[in-house]
C-alpha cells in the first residue's frame, strides 16, 4: 500500500550518522518529495548516498507554501505513490512545515509513517536535567522587547505554577538579545538550558540558574540555539 514517508533531516550537516539507514530505503521507496527546502533536501539525501538520482523524484518546495501545494500532493494521493516530505532540519511537522500536508493525508486515511531521527526540541530536553514529564514548545517568542519580556515573565509563572518546562526558540542573528532579555527578567534561581549546535562536532548542551548565566555569557550570535526554561522544583 503506497504510504506518507515522514523523512527526519540531520541537525548539523556532517552529522549523517543521526539518521537511521532504513530512512534512507523509505526515501527510495517514494516517487514524489515534498521539501521544506528542495536545494537542502537535495544536498541531504546526497550526502547520505552519492548514488541516489535526485531528479528521478517529482519536487515540490512547502516552505511557507503548504496550502499552495496542497492540491498536488492530494494528486499524489489520488495517484496512490510513495511520497517523501523533507524538513530542512529535524522532524516534519515538529516545528518544521508538513502539519498542514500530513493533517490531509489522515483526512484522507492515507498511511503516514514517521521516521526515527533528530530532534533539537526532545535532545535538548533530555539533556537538560529538566522536567521532562511537564514540557511546552511554544516556538518564538515577540520580537518587540517589551512584549517578549512579557511573554518571558508568563512562561516562568506558568513553569512554577505548573512544575513545566518551557521550550522555545529565536533567529539565530537575535539569539543574544533573547539570552540578556531572560537574564534581566528571569528570578535568579530560575534554570536555563541552552543547547548550541546540537548532534555536531562543537555540541554543547547547558542548564544553569539566571544567576551563574549571568557570569559566563556565551556569544550565540548565528549559531542554531534551543532554549529550556524550567522555574519549578528548585
Known sequence: MASLYLIPCVLAEDATD?????????????????????????????????????????WFAIHKAEEEQLQHFIAAMKAQKNIAIISEAGCPGIADPGQYLIKAAQDMHYPVKPL????????ALMASGMNGQQFEFVGYLPIDNAERIKKIKELEISSQKNNSTK??????????????????????????CI???????????ITCNMAQWKNKKPDLHKQPVIFLLYAGGY
Open 167 to 192: 521550550i522555545f526558540i529565536e533567529t539565530p542573528y537575535r539569539n543574544n538579545q533573547l539570552f540578556d532579555a531572560l537574564i534581566k527578567s528571569c528570578n535568579a534561581n530560575t534554570k536555563l
Open 195 to 205: 543547547g548550541i549546535n546540537i548532534t555536531a562536532a562543537n555540541e554543547r548542551i
Open 116 to 123: 526515527v531521527g533528530p530532534s533539537s526540541i526532545l535532545l
Open 18 to 58: 543521526t539518521i537511521a539507514t532504513y530512512v534512507l530505503e523509505a526515501v527510495k521507496k517514494c516517487t514524489v518529495i515534498f521539501a521544506e527546502n528542495e536545494r537542502t533536501a537535495r544536498r541531504f539525501l546526497k550526502s547520505m548516498d552519492k548514488t541516489i538520482v535526485i531528479d528521478d523524484f517529482e
